[in-house]
């Protein structure tokens, strides 16, 4: 059991890190045309005020994996963020909406941490927060799909990020089952259906075909 464990939790390092790291090629545009043209930064927070919930989540709980994986998630993001609002024309949107994520964060961990008394509650409600956000993330390419559909292309979709979020949602479903940890299965399986999704529309739809096919 402990060694299986230990498999699947290098697994969720491993994969979930080289996922936070995709974003390092738009930061790098970004950088270089000095311009956030055709990059939005609402993933990035989003992802953040993720990695923030679990590793509030991985101290309650001690668990190393969680917090490990979620610190280095959470420093990539901040770094894309910061690039973001450095090359950005609208910086006080971009501002405002990082300062009410935080403001909404601190006070759901103050009421869930130091206004509740039962350690076993405090965990339940950040799992419950935390797995809702990440279902949240993981449900996000559902518009991508339709999209997809309507116009019969995947040209939309990124390939080597579909199979990066099929390996990291599958390592943390597996994790989360060897942990008998509902909060971690949930929303990855609800990650590894939509990554399904996906792998079935490149079938449907080869990107090579792709721009000669009917609308």
Known sequence: MIHWLNIASNGCIFFTIVMF?????????MIKTKSTKNITFL?????NINNVSWIVYGQMTENFTIIFVNVVG???QTIYMSVFVYFSTT???????TSLSAITAVVVWFISTQMVNDAEFSIYIVGIVSCCITMLMFSSPLAEINTVLKNRSTSTISFPLTVASFLCATS???YGLLLKDFFIVIPNSVGTL???ARFYLFYIYPQEKSAVLPM
């Open 91 to 97: 910086k006080n949107r971009e501002i405002q909406q």
């Open 43 to 47: 993933p990035y927070l989003m992802t």
């Open 21 to 29: 790291a995709t974003g390092i090629p738009q930061c790098l545009q």
């Open 74 to 76: 959470s420093i990539l």
């Open 194 to 196: 939509t990554s399904i």
């Open 172 to 174: 943390w479903f597996l």
